[in-house]
């Protein structure tokens, strides 16, 4: 999958990345959400800035993971986009200043992945942060995925968390019969 990933072309990215980004936007979830959790993207995973900026013009709490000893980590507030840092990994997470926000808090939660399944299971990194982290969130999950890097199956452990929304640049797919998550 990583080797596919690397040979997807700039123009398919960019063009996937803004759709994806339209798409999470006109999200019921997404308006109705008033605190969010977002991943930085990072290298050639999905550019998430777009979502993170309009989210903070429209007033709404915006957390990116904070990574901790262990395997886990833990969601801090921004309130810009350069409240970030190089963190472990060299990607970028909040300062340690900024104020924690309690996964209960959270009301969508927007998550990476290598790849994901039609069926809403995502591949990550391995590190099994989000798996640990996102079982205590009681909000929508959605797995941003790129269509050309979307699988029939994946694997799945014990451990794996299956998302309530899959989305693509040409489709959401909803996991949980819950009207409330479509794409109006």
């Known amino acids: ?3 596919r990933l690397l040979k997807l072309d700039a123009r398919y990215i960019e063009r ?43 007033g709404k709490i915006v957390g990116i993971p904070r990574c901790l000893l262990e395997g886990r980590m833990e969601v801090r507030r921004i309130m810009c986009l350069t409240d970030t840092h190089p963190g472990v ?6 300062d340690a200043s ?19 399944s039609t069926t809403g299971i995502r591949l990550g990194h391995g590190g099994g942060y989000y798996d ?9 999950k959605i797995a941003l995925c790129r ?13 794996d968390l299956r998302m309530d929304l899959v989305l693509t640049e040409n489709r959401v797919m909803t996991m ?8 109006l």
């Open 1 to 3: 999958m990583k080797c």
């Open 16 to 58: 996937a990345d803004a759709q994806i980004a339209e798409s999470v936007m006109q999200l019921e979830a997404y308006r109705r959400a008033e605190v969010i959790f977002c991943y930085v993207g990072t290298a050639r995973e999905i550019d998430t800035r777009r979502v993170m900026e309009a989210s903070l013009a429209m």
């Open 89 to 94: 990994y060299g990607i970028p997470e909040p």
């Open 98 to 116: 900024c104020p924690v926000i309690p996964p209960e808090k959270l009301e969508l939660a927007i998550v990476p992945c290598l790849s994901c």
């Open 132 to 140: 640990r982290y996102l079982a205590e969130v009681p909000g929508c």
């Open 147 to 159: 269509e050309l890097l979307l699988c029939d199956e994946i694997p799945m452990e014990a451990h």
């Open 176 to 183: 949980k019969n819950v009207k409330e998550y479509a794409l």
